[in-house]
């Protein structure tokens, strides 16, 4: 069984619809993984970050491990657990498989975009850059592609399915 993170960079107009009637999330996660653009407005590759959630937990306590001395990469890496979710509002009413969508407003979308730089998620290599057009997403790409919806204005509604 996978467990694959969700995250898509809405307008803020978007998060307040999507809280007003959370029957909205589906038509932003699963259509064949990604948004439906008539649907929703959100393109289908530029505005979405995909991940193995499992792969990202593994990598994140391995270097907990290795620079902290615990496995528990939640802790040691603050930022990284707010962008996967972790002490997060939550849409009610809303499920995607492993519990509620959770969201991130754009000053928070922002504070965890800054955040996740701190903690050095990202190669130099693709730190500046957030390529909407690419499809495969590797675990580096969740730095620019909160860097890009901070600068963007957008909120961040995610999850765990």
Sequence with gaps: MSMWLALVKIDPAML?????????????FFEDD??????????????????????????AEGRSEAEEGTPKWHTAY?????????????????ELGYGPAHFLTPHEVGQVAAGLAGEHWTSRASAPHWDAEAEDRDFDDIVPFFARAAAEGKAILGGVY
């Design 34 to 59: 990604v948004p439906e653009p008539l649907v929703s407005g959100v393109h289908p590759t530029g505005d979405c970050f995909h991940y193995d959630y499992r792969l990202l937990s593994d990598m």
């Design 78 to 94: 603050p930022w990284l657990a707010r962008a996967t979710g972790e002490n997060c509002s939550t849409v009610e009413g809303s």
């Design 16 to 28: 307040s619809a999507v809280r007003e009637r959370p029957e909205l999330t589906g038509a932003l």
